[in-house]
């Protein structure tokens, strides 16, 4: 039997470019859970300054430092190639569990992300009913039965 651990309140950074998106993740998320914290950032410059918290990012009230990232990989700016390459060779960084959860589905793209040190590669449902499985799944998993490491920027 899989010890549960008990429900404490997460932090999720997403980062995606599609506000249409950002809704319905966020929505599903809710629809499954209270008990999380999640934040969005819109591409992969801002998700490092997000990390590493420059600018705007700076207050740790607002910003919380995230459990778990879910990183689409085609943005501007800095797309999530560039930003899951960055945030792997980051010493600190390094070990905060990243999900790319992308509408790709090009081999090289899943080939790539596991060889920079991505945790898992996810398609992006087609359905809400599936975005919500998939929030289920993901709460499930990555904050009930998996550890998590205790990353914190100082």
């Known amino acids: 039997m899989i010890p549960i651990k008990t429900a404490e309140k997460i932090s999720i950074l997403i980062a995606d470019d599609d506000a249409d998106d950002r809704e319905l993740i966020k929505a599903a998320f809710d629809q499954n859970s209270t008990q999380h914290n999640i934040s969005f950032v819109e591409n992969g410059e801002e998700l490092l300054h997000y990390l590493k918290r420059n600018g705007h ?29 960055e945030l792997k060779t980051d010493l600190i960084l390094k070990s905060i569990p990243v999900i790319v959860f992308t509408t790709s589905m090009e081999e090289k793209d899943v080939v790539n992300s596991y060889e920079l040190g991505v945790n898992s590669f996810i398609i992006k449902p087609v359905t809400y009913s599936g975005l919500v499985e998939f929030t289920r799944i993901v709460g499930k998993y990555w904050f009930e039965i998996a550890e998590l490491p205790n990353v914190l920027m100082k």
């Open 57 to 85: 990012y700076a207050d740790e009230t607002l910003h919380p430092f995230p459990q778990i990232i879910l990183l689409d990989l085609n943005m501007p700016k800095k797309d999530g190639r560039e930003a899951l390459r």
